[in-house]
């Protein structure tokens, strides 16, 4: 028989809630290492939220930093071990509010780490509160009426904001909701490495997800809410790609 | 040795090098600028990292990451910097992290003002949520300053947590002759438990969380002994002409210098009195009150750039009510002379009637 599909070495058990494509993400980012051969220089910076249960699953060297403040942590090590492979592992309510000003400036600064950037539209950890990326109408446990755009605002597009700065190389948006936009998230979270591995600067892929529980939906219908509503919203497709000529 | 003629934030700066601190990050407020603006050159002169955060909790962060990779690590700061630092600090303490971080402190809550203080007293001794301690060094003079900076590094290391210098804007600002420790050479190995990559070794990981409730439990347990440790092995005061006294003065940095001089004067008039110092905040020199000769002396005052006096709850945890304890402060920023004390003494003890 021949082998199509073997486990990444590198990830044990799926410690997400069953649905939740927070798995998905954590098993593309340990395969993509893995097919590297980088996975014994990486060093993964995990964030507080959903994120953190990272730390039981990935046999990397990995590091939880407080909330939103990964990005600084991750410059801190890369900084101090720039032959090794730094990457962050972020939320959205951790990368996109309480930490934004270290995503910002991280990218600002061109610091040659690889950011992947899980965004479910919501708060998941602490128990489905409004994020800054829950859509406009959105439910959530703090915006019981939906977003209300005249009182939150609208949901932040984080890969259109750092692809504003000069400094980073590859930005990009995927999705997880399909086998398909799966294998494009792998293509473009191994361009993401790659990139480090080639002194290239700082690397961004932000990575539409779902959170069945929070949303209260069964999984199958959380992936047909994230394709009418999340997707048309947050536009797939790499936005910047210096390598790229783009 | 060589004398240099050094002002207090770049011979503070010159010494972390020398401790062999290889990385700092910073963000700019004053009275410590000097310290960034310094390493910022120094450091790439010595192969070390030097990056302006974008902001305190940047900046302590950044010391966190570089402190899991193993290198000796310091970022400096004054009040309102303090408070965004705490947060940092907390998961330093927490993930037993070794980091020098300096307060050159100013007066004031809130913005306060950049004029020197010695305001950030109780904060410093836990600074952060949580329930934990930080040693806290507190120097009196240019050289006392570079010595503990120097110091720092290797008790952080020791211990596996942070250090505080407590600097004031006067000891940062001021030019002293100092002598400069020579380089460090060896430093303890730290091999055991940085993260640099799971080559050819099980993975590892750095956090301030666990799911195992038994195993944090254990490390409160931990940090109890570290800290009951502090007090027997690391606390370090100065006594000064305080033998015979049968008046104290209590003050540390930069108050107990004009505390001296005030002492000088009084001493020429015949006046029994002395200085006690801490230069150890934490762990405090409680025993050097405790064990004062209660019958020979006659009343303490706390000397402090701060209103209200904020030693005194530790002064008196020392007196335990044996001995009349005053306080003496000047807020705002001024700083008192060594007569504004003398005026007080003889106010509250009628010392020269
Ligand atoms: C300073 C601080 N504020 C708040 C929290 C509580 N908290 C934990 S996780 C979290 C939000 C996580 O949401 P997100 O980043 O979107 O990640 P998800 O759990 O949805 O993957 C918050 C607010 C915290 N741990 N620290």
Known sequence: ?246 | MSQLFMKGNEAIAESAVRAGCEFFAGYPITPQNEIPEYLSWRLDEVGGVFVQGESEVAAVNMIYGASCAGKRVMTSTSGPGLSLKAEGISYLAASRLPAVIVDVARTGAGLGQIKPGQNDYWFVKSPGHGGFKTIVLAPHTVQEAVDLTYMAFDLADRDLAPVIVLADGVIGAMMEAVTLPPFKDTYPDKTSWILNGAENRESRIISSVTNDLNKLESFHVYQKELYESWGRKDVMVESFMASDAEYIIAAYGTSARIAKTAIRILREKGIKIGLIRPITIVPFPYEAFEDLPYNNVKGILVTELCIPSQMIDDIQLGVLKRIPVHTFGRGGGFIFSPEDIIDELNKVFSLED
Request: proline share 4%; with cysteine.
């Open chain 1, 1 to 246: 028989m021949k082998n199509i599909y073997k486990k990444s070495s590198i990830i044990s058990e799926n410690a997400f809630c069953p649905g939740c494509l927070h798995g998905v993400a954590s098993k593309l980012i340990a395969e993509v290492l893995e097919e590297l051969q980088i996975h014994q220089k990486a060093i993964c910076v995990l964030p507080v939220g959903c994120g953190t249960l990272n730390m039981e699953s990935l046999k990397l060297d990995r590091v939880v930093a407080a909330h939103g403040r990964a990005p600084a942590v991750a410059t801190g090590l890369k900084r101090s071990l720039p032959d090794n492979i730094v990457f962050t592992y972020q939320g959205d309510g951790d990368l996109a509010s309480i930490g934004l000003a270290e995503i910002i400036h991280a990218a600002n600064r061109g610091e040659n780490i690889t950011v992947i950037f899980v965004n479910n539209s919501i708060y998941g950890m602490t128990g489905g509160q409004l994020a800054p990326t829950t859509l406009v109408q959105q439910q959530s446990t703090t915006s019981k009426f939906g977003r209300n755009t005249s009182t939150m605002g609208y949901p932040i597009k984080m890969a259109e904001i750092i692809t504003q700065l000069e400094s980073p190389t590859l930005v990009a948006r995927q999705s997880l909701d399909s086998p398909r936009n799966i294998i494009a998230a792998k293509k473009i979270i191994r361009r993401a490495f790659e990139n480090q591995m080639n002194h290239k600067g700082f690397s961004f892929v932000e990575l539409l997800s779902n959170c069945p529980t929070n949303w209260k939906m069964k999984p199958i219908d959380s992936l047909d809410w994230m394709r009418s509503n999340v997707i048309p919203y947050f536009e797939l497709g790499i936005l910047k790609d210096v390598e790229g000529g783009k």
